[in-house]
């Protein structure tokens, strides 16, 4: 614990300011963090283990966030749902999507990610995620998050009710099973993704499973290159799956390895989320320039406040034309280009870090150009470290915010590989 003073606070009315830009305190314990992940698996190693193998997956600083900041994320969320829900919305998203999107499984998709930077007019929206990856590691870390000083033991942590996450995450499985099987009881799932044990988050796909057992159902880590269709069901071994959770970030099933899993989704023998309906509903990157066109916002006859809120929050996003190259490189410093269906910041640049050669490659089609924000900064632990950079993460589910988190960073994109950076909690001041 250290004193305001120590913290270098001004006054109470720029508490939150003051406290990214000077406080260097510790606010995760250790020893807690070590609890909440080992207790799950009954691994008294696993915290251990993690920091070696994954030594900057967790900051031990947070980051202070004003409650208005929140409300105004929840917003543009919500704003976000009531577009989705339009017609020529589905429409336009629809016909660039690989033609499995096509297919109504009747649910929203667990686990929607919306990335967020915290400029000085407030946050912006810079990406959706439909597989957003560190829930659970996250509701872990705001559990053993704690106040650094007097400033901050009246804030609330990373969620309205972090002793709840995880009930709160095992129903919105049960939700999605509900959605897409409405007469059958759910008794197994998988969780998916290409050879699980080497993926960065596979700590966290232990957890998961963990979760799920806990919840007396029967849980797999598979490897979506060995699920097969057997007897009219998709089993892993010989295990029949009845629910598929999707960790791939091949969005649309295409690779031949996961041949098996696309059948089964498109006839409808599991049930999978999130699912590639959700991923070209919000996760490609080409409908944020749908989501920042005043002309087609205004012909969906949304509510104005919401228009308003989509044109304020989300940076103006456009499709990088080949026949515009040269505008597109002579402006390259206001831009940050982004693959439209990449994701994990592979493959994408900030304007003015580009060379000639790489925006060649750009320019010949398949990126957006989306107006830059710049991250805010929070105080390295060290005084005389260069400090972080952050962004946000809402976890969200049916256009609620279920966890608030924060992701630190050095360099142009978040990395886990910054000392003293990775997931952080979110502080705020609570109602």
Not at 34 to 42: G, K, N, V, Y
Not at 394 to 418: D, P, S
Request: proline fraction near 6%; glycine fraction near 6%.
């Amino acid at each position: 614990m250290t004193s305001s003073r120590a913290c270098g606070f001004p006054t109470e009315t720029d508490v939150l300011a003051a406290l990214n830009r000077h406080c260097r305190c510790a606010v995760v314990d250790d020893a807690a963090l070590a609890f909440e992940l080992e207790a799950q698996l009954a691994d008294p190693g696993l915290f251990r283990a993690m920091r070696d193998s994954h030594p900057h997956l967790f900051s031990p600083t947070a980051v202070f966030v004003a409650r208005e900041d929140i409300d105004r994320m929840g917003r543009l969320i919500q704003a976000i749902e009531q577009v989705v829900a339009t017609p020529a919305y589905r429409t336009r998203a629809l016909a660039w999507a690989d033609p499995i999107a096509a297919i109504e499984p009747g649910s929203p998709g667990a686990f929607l990610g919306y990335d967020f930077h915290l400029g000085e007019v407030g946050p912006k929206l810079i990406e959706i995620n439909t597989n957003a990856g560190g829930g659970l590691l996250n509701a872990a870390l705001a559990r053993a998050a704690h106040a650094c000083c007097a400033e901050t033991e009246h804030m609330a942590i990373g969620a309205p009710d972090p002793e709840r996450l995880e009930d709160s995450f095992i129903e919105m499985f049960r939700r999605e099973w509900r959605a897409q099987r409405p007469h059958a009881a759910l008794h197994s799932i998988a969780i998916v993704d290409d050879d699980p044990a080497t993926q960065y988050l596979y700590p966290e796909f232990r957890l998961f499973a963990a979760l799920f057992e806990r919840a007396g159902l029967q849980a797999t880590i598979a490897d979506a290159a060995t699920l097969e269709l057997r007897d009219g069901r998709l089993h892993s071994g010989a295990l029949p799956i009845d629910l598929v959770y999707n960790r791939l970030t091949d969005f649309a099933f295409a690779e031949p390895r996961h041949a098996a899993l696309r059948a089964a989704y498109r006839d409808s023998v599991v049930a999978v989320t999130p699912h590639p309906r959700a991923y070209a509903l919000y996760a490609d990157k080409r409908n944020l320039t749908l989501l920042t066109d005043p002309a087609f916002l205004a012909a969906l006859d949304l509510p104005p406040e919401a228009t308003a809120t989509l044109l304020s929050d989300i940076p103006r996003t456009v499709l990088v034309n080949p026949a515009e190259a040269e505008n597109f490189w002579a402006q390259r410093k206001q831009w940050f280009f982004k693959p439209a269906t990449g994701f994990g910041s592979r493959a994408a640049y900030r304007g003015d870090k580009l060379t000639r050669r790489v925006f060649e490659e750009i320019a010949k089609g398949g990126y957006v150009a989306q107006a830059r924000v710049e991250p805010a900064q929070r105080a390295h632990l060290q005084a005389d470290t260069a400090p972080f950079k952050f962004d946000l993460r809402c976890y969200a589910y049916a256009g609620k915010i279920q966890l608030l988190a924060a992701r630190l960073y050095q360099g142009q994109t978040t990395n886990f590989r910054t000392p003293g950076g990775g997931f952080a909690p979110v502080f705020y001041i609570g109602r």
